[in-house]
């Protein structure tokens, strides 16, 4: 007997106390458990959602690559339309520049001549030479300007 209670029933009262425990205990792991639970449901949510945002990602990917591809071509096709362009612009300013070059040689051999020879009586049914050759510069001028009309 321990202070004056039996011992049968002390060994009761410590079995109901160890019992109350271990259903503590059950109820906070079964807490525990729960939760475990519901964030094993929340992870695979969570790892569902990356690989579809993957899933998402990799196509837009594919698409960025496709569009580069895309942008390029027409990057290298205006490249080169424009590198046409610029020789042709060369190629229109060198023969501008020669033409101007006739007609500033044509315009000083006319007052040349009209500096030194004395002034002849104008022919109507034949032109003088240098006239003849602006008249001729002129001429293909406006045909390469039609040319060129037309081209564009």
């Known amino acids: 007997m321990m ?4 011992i049968g029933l002390v060994v009761e009262g ?11 205990y059950c109820v ?7 939760r475990l639970h519901a964030d094993r449901d929340q992870l695979r949510q969570m790892v569902n959602d990356l690989v579809s945002a993957t899933n998402l990602a990799n ?12 942008a390029d071509l027409q990057l290298g096709a205006r490249l ?3 590198e046409r362009f610029g020789i042709e612009l060369a190629n229109h300013v060198t023969a501008g520049t020669i033409l101007m070059e006739r007609i500033a040689k044509i315009t000083s051999v006319a ?30 001028l406006a045909t390469r300007a039609r040319t060129r009309g037309v081209a564009a």
């Open 3 to 6: 202070f004056g209670l039996p």
């Open 14 to 24: 410590s079995v109901a106390i160890l019992l109350v425990m271990t259903i503590g």
């Open 28 to 34: 906070v792991l079964n807490e525990r458990l729960k």
């Open 59 to 70: 196509q837009a990917i594919k698409e960025l690559k496709a569009t580069a591809v895309e």
């Open 80 to 82: 080169e339309e424009a």
């Open 111 to 140: 007052r040349h001549s009209q500096t030194i020879e004395p002034v002849a009586p104008v022919v109507p049914a034949e032109p003088a030479p240098p006239v003849n050759k602006l008249h001729s510069a002129l001429e293909q």
